[in-house]
């Protein structure tokens, strides 16, 4: 399987800045994808970020809000923008190999 | 719609075996995936059905009834390291661009 790090592993910010976490990947990879993690919650996925194309999100999620970047097979950015207390969350970047999705290490985001 | 059901919490002793339930309503299927996530980590992949039927994995194995919209992870020998939650998710999408997650299922195991 891949081998996926994210950059930071956590952070702590203040409401309305913003944060971008970066995501690579050891191997080319056509699809990666970006996850929220709530506490106590599920995963749900923020976005499909596609090389070469704008991201596909999904419904309750805006580009303004989480621009995402994906300048090559192998890395992704996903920027939290004018963050609030909401937004604290763990964000996991994930990769598609074979059948299979795979999950980085998550970056933990706590918002003041 | 997309509905994906697990029980919130289950409690075993070491050594048992534990059967978690999944059912899912989705608009339409592309596989099932069961992740292992422990408290302040990412999920870990644990296995994947397409097909009807058992997949068996050491001491995983996962069944599916796409029929009925259910599927089950069974855990033998549970072991003190196996207390996490598990993720029930379905591809949904065609070309399985996507992954719905269920709730999770948090398992305890006891001495």
């Known amino acids: 399987s891949a081998v996926i790090s994210q950059k930071p592993s956590r952070d702590i910010c203040q409401r309305g800045t913003s944060l971008t976490i970066q995501c690579q990947v050891d191997?080319?990879?056509?699809?990666m994808f970006w996850y929220r993690q709530q506490p106590g919650q599920s995963l749900t996925l923020i976005a499909t970020?596609?090389?070469?194309?704008?991201?596909?999100?999904e419904s309750g999620f805006v580009i303004d809000k989480f621009p995402i970047s994906r300048p090559n097979l192998t890395f992704s950015t996903l920027t939290v923008s004018n963050m609030s207390p909401e937004d604290s969350s763990i964000y996991l970047c994930?990769?598609?190999?074979?059948?299979?999705?795979?999950f980085g290490p998550g970056t933990r985001l706590l918002v003041l | 719609g997309q509905n994906i059901d697990q029980p919130t919490e289950m409690t075993a002793t070491e050594g048992a075996i534990v059967q978690i339930n999944c059912t899912y309503q989705?608009?339409?299927?592309?596989?099932l995936f069961w992740y292992q996530q422990h408290a302040g980590e990412a999920p870990t992949f644990l296995s994947y059905?397409?097909?009807?039927g058992l997949e068996e994995k050491g001491r995983f194995s996962s069944f599916l009834s796409r029929s009925k919209g259910y599927s089950y992870l069974l855990l033998k020998e549970l072991q003190m390291k196996d207390s996490a939650s598990y993720l029930c998710?379905?591809?949904?999408?065609?070309?399985?661009?996507?992954?719905?997650f269920g709730t999770g299922t948090r398992l305890l195991v006891s001495p």
């Open positions: 994930s990769v598609k190999q074979q059948e299979t999705q795979y």
């Open positions: 191997s080319q990879v056509t699809m």
């Open positions: 970020a596609n090389q070469g194309s704008e991201a596909t999100y």
């Open positions: 989705t608009s339409g299927f592309n596989g």
């Open positions: 059905n397409v097909l009807d």
């Open positions: 998710a379905v591809g949904g999408n065609t070309g399985f661009q996507k992954l719905v």
